[in-house]
T-cell receptor
Framework: TQLLEQSPQFLSIQEGENLTVYCNSS?????LQWYRQEPGEGPVLLVT?????EVKKLKRLTFQFGDARKDSSLHITAAQPGDTGLYLC??????????????FGQGTILTVHP | ETGVTQTPRHLVMGMTNKKSLKCEQH?????MYWYKQSAKKPLELMFV???????ENNSVPSRFSPECPNSSHLFLHLHTLQPEDSALYLC????????????FGNGTRLTVT
């Protein structure tokens, strides 16, 4: 069974601080996705990383896929209250085609205080 | 209307009731999914449909019965549920190609009393 472990589970910071969220597994994933979920809404895709060592940037968010494709990190620079939400990493289930059938981490709840 | 729409947004039902959750996608996707989101547990895949055909049942109890009449609509029929089935039920859709992201609806918050 593939598992994705996210840390920390909860993060409460002040506006302007930097933070990093980690997503780790003992299994190799062909790709990993990061989603953000706001209260009362479904998760929304932020990024997909597919190559070991890959780094992707989305404004103040930087995503990295580990060289061995077993882990990923999300770094936010100068966090803003609008970054508040639940951050989820997800990877395709082993076997079969790599779409939609995802294993999710338990999530990191981020709260950014003004 | 665009995206993935789920109704109702909230549902309270007794253990002996029968109810249905509805999902509709306007994205032209060919795959649809039901995921369950419980407190303190990761999102769990329940069912997958590709081109209206069920391709995965992730060991879900028979009190949950999915239906996919066409590639735009997905239902989850509920009967004789247990209190531990209370959760947020999320519908999603995607294209059927590698790395295709999931597009989620806003979910149905189900409470079983």
């Amino acid at each position: 069974t593939q598992l994705l472990e996210q840390s920390p589970q909860f993060l409460s910071i002040q506006e302007g601080e930097n933070l990093t969220v980690y997503c780790n597994s003992s299994s190799v994933f062909s790709s990993l996705q990061w989603y953000r979920q706001e209260p009362g809404e479904g998760p929304v895709l932020l990024v997909t990383v597919v190559t070991g060592g890959e780094v992707k940037k989305l404004k103040r968010l930087t995503f990295q896929f580990g060289d061995a494709r077993k882990d990923s990190s999300l770094h936010i620079t100068a966090a803003q209250p609008g970054d508040t939400g639940l951050y989820l990493c997800a990877g395709p289930n082993a076997g079969g085609t790599s779409y939609g059938k995802l294993t999710f981490g338990q999530g990191t709840i981020l709260t950014v205080h003004p | 209307e665009t995206g993935v729409t789920q109704t109702p947004r909230h549902l309270v039902m007794g253990m002996t009731n029968k109810k249905s959750l509805k999902c509709e996608q306007h994205l032209g996707h060919n795959a649809m999914y039901w995921y369950k989101q419980s407190a303190k547990k990761p999102l769990e895949l329940m069912f997958v449909y590709n081109f209206k055909e069920q391709t995965e049942n992730n060991s879900v109890p028979s009190r949950f019965s999915p239906e996919c009449p066409n590639s735009s609509h997905l239902f989850l029929h509920l009967h004789t549920l247990q209190p531990e089935d209370s959760a947020l039920y999320l519908c999603a859709s995607s294209q059927i190609w590698r790395y295709s992201p999931l597009h989620f609806g806003n979910g149905t918050r189900l409470t079983v009393t």
